[in-house]
């Protein structure tokens, strides 16, 4: 594991809003940049070291050097992501916000959170990427068989975990390709594959834009810089399609998306979806689940999952809302 706060080639960096606003919003792998580097001249790079006052390492023990999962699914699959009894606390106020969830997605499943306003889905999805906002109380939490609570936020990226977010965030200055240029290949890098310069990047990324829809200048502008909500959406799609990922987490994808935008982020997250690699969608609505179709549908309340069930539980939910389920 890499030792926390010490020289890296790469840093996985949680870009944050500017100063006013304190919601961290988005989580990348990218190189080390001088602290006299006028790159991104408007961002605070926070190293999440900086930040995080106990990792959560002890409750992780038990599944610290198991090696890679035995199937116990009855086709034979393995299960990429198992979460259980996971608890966790706002690191500022320690507030608890998660109450012991537990989740296991086999590979080639698709899983959809639902869940009340404020019941903790976000919240989930962010302490698995290891957002410095959160500490882990207690449970585990088990990555392709290696103990997901172990590791850096870095790490957990370049282990093929991939978080788009709620809110996307604008870099202004930084292009779009030359941002995904740089994301790609501090994750080659770290991989020991091959890096692409701009031009082969190019191609590389040009094949993807078809697969979310979105015109070639849209690598030219600023990342997110005046795009709308449908087209930042778009944008995280495409990230997902250039950087790849064995457990994409899709954190409402479909919200601010009209029909075509939607039908079309939909479509390139299927066209993602291999035999191998999972989902973890959250989401409000069963018409995104019309187009990514489930395997499980989970009911979050109160930071713990109370109900799975298949894509029969949205229809219930959309037509008797939350009441119908409600364990409280
Ligand atoms: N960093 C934070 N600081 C303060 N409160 C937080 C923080 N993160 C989460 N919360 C609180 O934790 C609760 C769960 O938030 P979370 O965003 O996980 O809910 P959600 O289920 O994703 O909601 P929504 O459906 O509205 O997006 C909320 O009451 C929220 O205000």
């Known amino acids: 594991m890499a030792q926390c706060c010490s020289p890296k080639p790469a840093a996985t960096t949680f870009l944050r809003h500017p100063p006013n606003s ?15 580097s006028t790159k991104f001249p408007s961002i605070s790079l926070l190293s999440p070291c900086s930040r995080r006052r106990s990792f959560p390492v002890a409750a992780a023990t038990a599944a610290v050097d198991s090696p890679p999962e035995i199937s116990d699914h009855e086709d034979g699959k393995r299960h990429l992501l198992e979460v259980k009894d996971l608890t966790a606390v706002i690191a500022e106020s320690q507030q608890k916000i998660l109450n012991g969830v537990n989740l296991t997605v086999y590979e080639g499943e698709v899983h959809a959170i639902m869940g009340k306003n404020g019941s903790g889905k976000s919240t989930f999805a962010k302490v698995l990427v290891g957002h410095p906002d959160y500490e882990v109380t207690g449970g585990t939490v088990t990555f392709k068989g290696q ?3 172990e590791m850096e936020p870095e790490e957990r990226s370049l282990a093929g975990m991939f978080l788009s977010f709620q ?4 870099i202004p200055g930084v292009s779009n390709a ?3 240029n740089m994301a790609y290949n501090a994750r080659q890098r770290k991989l020991g594959l091959p890096e692409l310069g701009p031009i082969e990047f190019f191609s590389h990324v040009y094949s993807k834009l078809d697969l979310v829809n979105m015109k070639m200048d849209f690598l030219n502008r600023n990342v997110n810089e005046g795009f709308s909500g449908g087209e930042r959406k778009r944008n995280e799609i495409l990230q997902l399609a250039v950087l790849g990922a064995d457990l994409a987490i899709l954190d409402e994808i479909d919200s601010g998306l009209d029909v075509d935008a939607l039908q079309d982020v939909a479509k390139a997250v299927n066209a993602l979806l291999t035999p191998k690699n999972s989902v973890l969608m959250i989401t409000h609505y069963q018409r ?5 179709r489930p395997t499980y549908i989970h009911v979050m309340e109160n930071g713990r999952i109370v109900k799975t069930g298949d894509i029969s539980l949205a229809l219930v939910l959309e037509k008797e809302g939350y009441k119908a389920i409600s364990t409280a």
């Open 22 to 36: 304190p919601r961290i919003s988005t989580l990348f792998t990218l190189p080390a940049i001088p602290s006299s």
């Open 147 to 149: 103990s997901l609570l």
């Open 167 to 170: 809110s996307p965030i604008e």
């Open 178 to 180: 030359d941002f995904l």
């Open 288 to 292: 995104l689940l019309e187009y990514i």
